[in-house]
């Protein structure tokens, strides 16, 4: 022992003692300073964000836009929906380390980077006002000013400033010296599509205000349609904002078996009665596809699939139609075993389709609906991979008619497990009229919003109680500034 003592204490000198030695305690592979790889900052963002979304979009989502329902533990689809607070402070936190990447691009003059971080500021904003109403907005992340009590923005003023900033991304974009951005989980850092998923976006922003602002929704939409050149938009499935996860934890898909989401909690829910009863209506073969036969029918080789309806208390949601081995799952190898072939999908290029077809409907644009709206159709059903009926876009309630429902069901099938979207377009549209409360809900209208976080009252009490006198009490079902 004391030799081995005495070897080291003497190689420790002679390396001490060596003038030109440099060692160094840094990792070569770790950043040591983020100005230098803001990358870091848009991956951090991008997957907490993206992540919240896709949880938020199986367990909450799917219920309010009533694409599934539960066999137990039914209280969120009787509307016991209460704060959400964990997802209001996610989103938060997504948007606080959007800005510090915006403020440290501009410190260093990385353009890309500026407009990357406004478009996905704007996405998290928007989900945050159209679910929870006004909210704080012009005032975020000013601690570093020793502002800890943002004042909450009117949701008018909220898309003001969601649009105009994705104004600028765009505009940004489409200039020159952009720097290559790295680190990026939704495109791989490819600009064009980027800026495709900007002018998108505001078109989905604009046409939000169609009860509300028809003259703002027009003028957005018609300027964006009028100039593609200037605003790209998505053009192909190819151009589609989603993430595609990878095959092995802790970046697989977070509602799948590799990622240690409990086989048994996924059986808690079900596809509804209501979205069965509306696929096969239209005799739609994406049914086939989103659930599994019943566990009783695929046994006797006579498969059928059930929904469970949405809005029973628990006891009889559990045996409602014979129960567990009596209703379907949604496709369990798809959306559970498989780690990563559910993306998550902030938007798809069938919805803007579906939302020039609403506005060349709704006489703001000068193309044909009907061709918005079957491409809309068709693009779906490509990017599920399930094959277009030769007679579907002819056959009744698919047939184009003008109408804004017929516009809306297809829009609506193409929404699910896209975050609260759904259910959002809902509320702004009335359809599908078929979406209502169940036969146990607490209230016997839909409801329209989250209620505020609890410590909003206690730590930001004076701006809270301003917002909450405004919107007309923090009730959830209160409803939001562009609602029908």
């Not at 850092?189 to 976006?201: C, H, P, Q, T, V």
Request: charged share 20%; proline share 4%; aromatic share 14%.
């Amino acid at each position: 022992m004391k030799k081995i003592f005495f070897i080291a204490t003497v190689l420790a000198a002679t390396l001490w003692s060596c003038d030109k030695f440099d060692v160094s305690n840094d990792n070569p592979d770790v950043a040591l300073n983020i100005n230098q790889n803001p990358e870091l900052l848009l991956t951090n963002l991008q997957r907490q964000a993206i992540r919240n979304a896709v949880g938020g979009s199986w367990s909450e989502g799917n219920l309010m836009g009533q694409y599934g329902a539960r066999i137990v533990f039914t209280s969120f689809d009787l509307f016991d929906w209460g704060d959400e607070s964990g997802a209001w402070n996610s989103y938060y936190y997504s948007i606080r380390d959007a800005k510090e990447l915006e403020k440290l691009a501009n410190e260093n003059d990385l353009k890309s980077y500026i407009a990357v971080s406004k478009i996905m500021q704007s996405w998290a904003f928007s989900i945050l006002t159209d679910m929870w109403g006004d909210i704080p907005y012009s005032e975020v992340n000013q601690a570093s000013e020793e502002n800890y009590t943002p004042m909450y923005d009117t949701q008018e003023d909220i898309y003001s400033g969601m649009l105009a900033e994705l104004a600028e991304a765009n505009a940004i974009l489409g200039g020159s010296d952009l720097t290559q951005i790295k680190g990026d989980l939704l495109f791989d850092g490819d600009l064009d599509l980027w800026r495709k998923f900007a002018n998108s976006l505001r078109l989905r922003l604009a046409l939000r205000l169609s009860e509300v602002a028809p003259s703002t929704a027009s003028s957005v939409i018609s300027a964006i349609y009028a100039n593609p050149a200037q605003n790209p938009i998505m053009e192909s499935n190819d151009d589609n904002a989603v993430q595609t996860f990878l095959a092995s934890n802790p970046d697989a898909h977070p509602v799948t078996e590799e990622s240690v989401y409990r086989v048994g909690s996924y059986n808690e829910y079900r596809i509804s009665e209501h979205f069965v009863t509306l696929l096969e209506g239209l005799n739609d073969p994406r049914l086939e596809f989103f659930a599994d036969p019943t566990a009783t029918s695929a046994e006797a080789g006579t498969p059928e699939i059930v929904g469970m309806l949405n809005g029973v208390v628990d006891g009889p949601a559990y045996t409602y139609k014979g129960g567990d081995a009596y209703l379907s799952k949604f496709n369990i190898d798809y959306f559970y075993y498989q780690p990563n072939t559910n993306q998550a999908r902030l938007m798809l290029y069938s919805e803007v389709q579906f939302i020039l077809a609403e506005a060349a409907q709704r006489g703001w644009i000068s193309g044909n609906a009907q061709s918005f709206y079957e491409t809309g159709v068709t693009a779906n059903f490509e990017y599920w991979g399930v094959e277009l009926p030769a007679d579907y876009l002819t056959s009744a309630g698919v047939a184009f008619d003008n109408s804004l429902e017929t516009i809306m069901t297809q829009k609506y099938i193409n929404l699910f497990y896209t975050d609260y979207q759904g259910f959002i377009e809902y509320k702004r549209t009335g359809f599908p009229s078929t979406i209502a409360p169940g036969p146990d809900a607490f209230y016997d209208v839909y409801p329209s919003r989250f209620e505020y976080p609890s410590n909003e009252e206690s730590l930001n009490n004076a701006n809270y109680t301003e917002a909450v006198n405004r919107i007309g009490g923090d009730k959830i079902t209160t409803k939001v500034w562009w609602e029908n």
